[in-house]
């Protein structure tokens, strides 16, 4: 369906060797096994009617205690594992597990309490014989692939202002494109593309401010409004900030990216205006919470649409953007479908940014009724508005929590069905705002959060959901004791896998979500599942190691129910299910 992911157009100056490792469906050469972030595996020879056989092949422990998202990289029986801070990188042989090389970078401690959310790191990317590594203090690494030895560094941010790096890097055809992190410190937001052969800056777009810096061109650049595509007008950030207000006004971008190579876009989401506190920031903080398409080699912006203006809840839109090409109410469409923190599933037109479909992909969702459609703006309820509401009154029952129905853990489409499979939170919150004062390197929140499980419902904290992206419907949903923090991965062998926050790898079917196996692995599981094949006998692997923002009390040691923007509290129940770990655990078919 969408099978031009891999094919260069023309006068694309397409990197060799990346290209070369993507082709292969043997390998997983990219954080999503491909560009378009649909998380597939082509590989068939672990099926719905043999995927009880499963055992371990082998494991591997990172010796970090603390969360571990992402995946590994697999390219040509080399497998390239990375962990949290402080970001160890290892090169080990598929034939026999023997480390091949290993990179340890030397950071200072001092870049862990400025990590909002865990020490995680979501992963490596490869392209022009180049492992890349993002590092926790915002230094960007190329290693070398065969010998882990340092071909480039570049400085991406100031740790001491509270710019730090969370996301995996993504190679797209020649450039290293990577984000930022801070929003809870006041940085303001950015993407930045470098040069894969030297890590010179190519380019770098900010989230908010000036048109120029931006990289906006006003009139050119386009967004959704008045039920149509329209050019964006001058200054279309600045006259929606309270004075200087965006020079830490965040937007940062600690999410996936996708690339389409026949439009040469890259296409990725920017997170919550600073502060936590809407009265401190009246307006509706563009382009903050914003789903964004730039030309790759300019960083030019070709359109960009808005999700939560006003964001008066955390509802960062940094969660990644699936390009697919399906039938949207009938008609063929290149599709960009994205599952936000705020509750709706967004089905957009890739070429041009027209809003197609924006559904409520939890029916727990309370906070807007629904997205006008002609607008674009979701219809906020009264009594959920915690601007509307006030600083220093708390705010109950908002659904969802902040953490979203889904953070950052990828969902999935599967070309065959045509679905997309969501892990999901179900998840609420009470949200009290107050007064802040902006100390750079410092945080800078201005509210106190409380989370639960989502009421009158099934009780758990979490649903793994199928979607239905042209129509903006849900296929079926299963839900789970805990939000399911892991990324999703669907394969030609009709076998959906995803972990939960108890530890458990499952595997179900596509068409119903019927459990067909499980195993219990050393902790519990927020990396994204990955598949590949060596020596014509295929594998499916995940890390566990409990963390992240839902594991934040137990990676992190944190005790207060509040601690932790309120998740300490909401997942305090999981120190009965699982303990820290930092491992990896790779499954094949019993022979």
Known sequence: MAAFALVAAPGVHADAALDKALANSGNWAAQAGDEYNQRYSKLSQITDKNVNKLQVAWTFSTGVLRGHEGSPLVIDGVMYIHSPFPNKVFAVDLDTQKILWKYEPKQDPAVIPQMCCDTVNRGLAFGDGKILLQQADTNLIALDAKTGKLVWSVKNGDPKLG?????????????????????????????????????????????????????????????????????????????????????????????????????????????????????????????????WSRDLDTGKVKWVYQMTPFDEWDFDGINEMILADINVKGKPTKALVHFD????????????????????????????????????????????????????????????AALGSKDQQPAAFNPKTGLFYIPTNHVCMDYEPFAVDYTAGQPYVGATLAMYPAPNSHGGMGNFTVWDAGAGKIVWSKPEKFSVWSGALTTAGDVLFYGTLEGYLKAVSLKDGKELWKFKTPSGIIGNVFSYMHKGKQYVGVYSGIGGWAGIGMAAGLEKDSDGLGAVGGYKDLASYTELGGSLTVFALSE
């Not at 995996?168 to 809870?184: L, M, Q």
């Not at 200054?235 to 990216?257: A, E, M, N, R």
């Open 163 to 291: 710019a730090v790096n969370s996301n995996a890097p993504h190679v797209f055809k020649d450039k290293v494109v990577t984000g930022i992190s801070g929003g809870e410190w006041g940085v303001r937001g950015f993407l930045a593309a470098y040069n894969l052969k030297d890590g010179t800056l190519a380019w770098k777009g900010y989230s908010v401010g000036p048109d120029a810096e931006m990289l906006i061109e006003p009139g050119k650049t386009t967004t959704w409004e008045d039920g149509k595509v329209t050019p964006v007008k001058k200054d279309s950030s600045l006259s929606t900030w309270k004075g200087d207000q965006w020079k830490i006004g965040g937007g940062t971008t600690w999410g996936w990216y996708s690339y389409d190579r026949a439009l040469n876009q890259v296409f990725y989401g920017t997170g919550n205006p600073s502060t936590w506190n809407p009265s401190q920031r009246p307006g509706d903080n563009k382009w903050s919470m914003s789903i």
């Open 341 to 400: 923190r705020n509750g709706f599933g967004y089905t957009l037109d890739r070429t041009n940014g027209a809003l197609l479909v924006a559904e409520k992909y939890d029916p727990a969702v309370n906070w807007a009724t629904h997205v006008d459609m002609k607008t674009g703006r979701p219809q906020v309820v009264a009594k959920y508005s915690t601007a509307q509401n006030g600083p220093d009154v708390n705010t109950k029952g908002i659904c969802p």
